[in-house]
């Protein structure tokens, strides 16, 4: 009881800071003055993160296991009262002490992560489980107290920044709260626990474990959500902070508050820094918003993000997680960054702290990939058109699944555009390997279509160099295919062009 008492008036004189004085005020007219997406992010693309924590101990499901375990009618219940005996014999807060994380290495990662040609990179910082990846004073569950007993957060920061990347943290603690929210026929409890209280409420009982829970009175857990974002700058100053859902339901004052505070201290250091939002949770002008499992269907004016996950299904490991191929991930950024977005895609460790080599070899291929072609990857900008192609049109935009990757794929018919930010040169990307019998007819420079003439210089494979014959007429620019081998996945087409 006595460390609760003083987590709680730590909590209160934590919050009570006030807002670093500086430029940004916690009011949305002065928040909109900070640039949603500064140049770094733009220049980005391509980030990783990673689900990793209590919930892959069980690794079974998926990173909701902690909810679904309670879930009478749910296959988690069932494993678990099989596996480990019902919840008030083995609870939630039993695996944290079997996370221990003695295999994570946070240079190894980060090397991999940098290979994998990530420009940013870092963890789920608090999922909706409660349990906090970084060494908290706000609540006792967390990596440095229990579980790991280390700064997970710090290491990876270090290490990420050591190899000349931007540091990500991403929350999901805004669902994390047990409490009685009015609604349709008067209150219902809600939260990411919700059916602890209405099936195994003696779990709630232990002070500490009701913490891990989210079962605390709303004005203390809001006060409480905040005081974490506010810990986690100060103590690692993150370039981007990541939104899951639900968090439309923290107070617009709060999120102000917070945000000021963010801003003002990215200011006193002189760095520019991103928040994601989902849904409508943020304005656009605060923020960048965040499409998860999702895309744009054509390119837009403004900057937007994707977050994916490298499988097929859970977020976090299981034991039967299924991995996407390479061509998969690399055509999912491709596409992104030619509609003006970013990809942080999700990876998957143990519980030990291993990243599975089916996951390495993904990684690997990718930067592979943008190690020879990047340039037509980072640091570009869009064309007037994303790209053109017989596959994946009219396919529906937004969350969850909008305009996901067609059935069986693009083709290498399917071309996406990016251009270099002084708008000379044009990097058409082909999505698979040409067939070396037939000329490549990109119709996005038919006359008819372009905003303004325009006339083109060489022409090369960005990963070879080999110079390509090339010519205009009605249909577009036709270019011959490369003699030279090329990497089947996607081939990077340089057009030195003039205005």
Known sequence: MKKNASIIMFTIIFLSTPVLAAEFQPTWESLSRHE???EWFKDAKFGIYFHWGVYSVPAFGSEWYPRNMHIKKNREYKHHVETYGQPTQFGYHDFVPQ???EKFDADAWADL???AGARFAGPVAEHHDGFSMWASKLTPWNAKDKGPH???????????RKRGMKFVTSFHHARNNLYEKEGRGGKNWTGHYEFVK???P????NKENAIL???LPRDEFIQRWKGKLIEVIDNYQPDLMWFDSWLDEVPDQVKMEYLAYYFNHAKKLNKEVVVTFKQKDLPSNVGVLDLEKGRMDKKTDFYWLTDDTISLGSWCYTRDLRIKSTKRVLHSLIDI???NGVLLLNISPKADGTIPEEQRKVLTEMGQWLAVNGQAIYNTRTWYTMGEGPTGKDLPKGQFGGVADPRGGYSPEDIRYTQSKDGKTIYAIALGRPDASKEIVLTSFAAKKLPAPIRIGDVSVLETGEKITASQDARGLILASPKTKVNDLAVAFKINVQQ
Not at 150 to 160: F, K, L, P, S, T
Not at 202 to 205: E, H, K, N
Request: net charge positive; hydrophobic share 45%.
């Open 36 to 38: 949603p997406a500064p």
């Open 99 to 101: 996370f221990k994380a």
């Open 113 to 115: 992560f940098a290979k």
């Open 150 to 160: 280390r700064d997970i957060a710090g290491e990876i920061a270090q290490a990420v």
């Open 198 to 200: 209405k099936d195994f």
């Open 202 to 205: 003696s779990l709630l009982d």
């Open 213 to 215: 829970y989210g079962y």
């Open 337 to 339: 960054v030619s509609k």
